[in-house]
C-alpha cells in the first residue's frame, strides 16, 4: 500500500504570494494533519481534519487554512507568504482522531520564499 | 500545556557501542509518548510509543524507550549502534486537551544521532 503522499515535494514562491499544498493520506485513513518543520526545530502543529471537519488548529495566523475532502485528501494553503513561512510541510494521517495511535508522516513539502 | 524537552542537541557515539537519547516530559494527566526519526529531507518516521502498561516499549530497528513517571523522562535506546542509525531523533507527547478529540503532538527539538566506526 501506499503511504502518504504529498505534492509538490519541492517550490518556490515568492512574498506576498499564495500557496497549496496537497496531501493524500493512507488508504482508509481518514485523519489528516499538518505539521511545519522550520530548519533546526521540531516540527509544529498546523491543523487536524478528521472526516472533513476541523479537530484541531495550532497557533497559526489566518493566512494558513485548510480543507479536507470527501476521499479524506488535504489540501494546506498559505495566503499572503512571509519569508518566516519557509519551511518542511509535513503531512500525517492516522485511522481516526482521539485516539493513541501513531500518524504516519508523508516525505513533505519543502517551501522557500523568497 | 504539554510538552518534551530534548537535553542534547547533538550525541556522538561509536558503532557496536549502547547509545541513549534523552526525553523528558511535562503533562497534566496520563502521558502518551512516542519516539520519531528523520533521515535527511525525508519526513518522520514512527519508532514506538508508550501508552500504558511496561515500562519498557520496543519498537523499530532494534530500538526501545524507558519510560520513568518519577522522573517524566521517556529515554531512546538502543543496546548496539549502527552508522545507518545517524539521524535526528524527535521526541513526542499527544496533546490530550484538545476539543473535538483532535491527536495533536508536540515534538521536541530534536536530536542529531552520529554513529561513528
Known amino acids: 500500500d501506499a503511504g502518504v503522499t504529498q505534492s509538490p515535494t519541492h517550490l518556490i514562491k515568492t512574498r506576498g504570494q499564495h500557496v497549496t499544498l496537497r496531501c493524500s493520506p493512507i488508504?482508509?485513513?481518514?485523519?489528516v494533519s499538518w505539521y511545519q518543520q522550520v530548519l533546526g526545530q521540531g516540527p509544529q502543529f498546523i491543523f487536524q481534519y478528521y472526516e472533513k471537519e476541523e479537530r484541531g488548529r495550532g497557533n497559526f495566523p489566518d493566512r494558513f487554512s485548510a480543507r479536507q475532502f470527501p476521499n479524506y485528501s488535504s489540501e494546506l494553503n498559505v495566503n499572503a507568504l512571509l519569508l518566516g513561512d519557509s519551511a518542511l510541510y509535513l503531512c500525517?494521517?492516522?485511522?481516526?482522531?482521539?485516539?493513541?495511535?501513531?500518524?504516519?508522516f508523508g516525505e513533505g513539502s519543502r517551501l522557500t520564499v523568497l | 500545556a504539554q510538552s518534551v524537552a530534548q537535553p542534547e542537541d547533538q550525541v556522538n557515539v561509536a558503532e557496536g557501542n549502547p547509545l541513549t537519547v534523552k526525553c523528558t516530559y511535562s503533562v497534566s494527566g496520563n502521558p502518551y509518548l512516542f519516539w520519531y526519526v528523520q533521515y535527511p529531507n525525508r519526513g518522520l518516521q514512527f519508532l514506538l510509543k508508550?501508552?500504558?502498561?511496561?515500562?519498557l516499549v520496543k519498537g523499530s530497528y532494534g530500538f526501545e524507550a524507558e519510560f520513568n513517571k518519577s522522573q517524566t523522562s521517556f529515554h531512546l535506546k538502543k543496546p548496539s549502534a549502527l552508522v545507518s542509525d545517524s539521524a535526528l531523533y524527535f521526541c513526542?507527547?499527544?496533546?490530550?486537551?484538545?476539543?473535538?478529540?483532535?491527536?495533536?503532538?508536540?515534538f521536541g527539538t530534536g536530536t542529531q544521532l552520529k554513529v561513528e566506526l
Open positions: 508508550y501508552i500504558t502498561g511496561d515500562n
Open positions: 500525517a494521517s492516522s485511522w481516526t482522531t482521539g485516539t493513541t495511535g501513531e500518524l504516519f
Open positions: 513526542a507527547v499527544r496533546d490530550m486537551g484538545l476539543t473535538g478529540g483532535g491527536n495533536k503532538l508536540t
Open positions: 488508504s482508509g485513513h481518514k485523519s
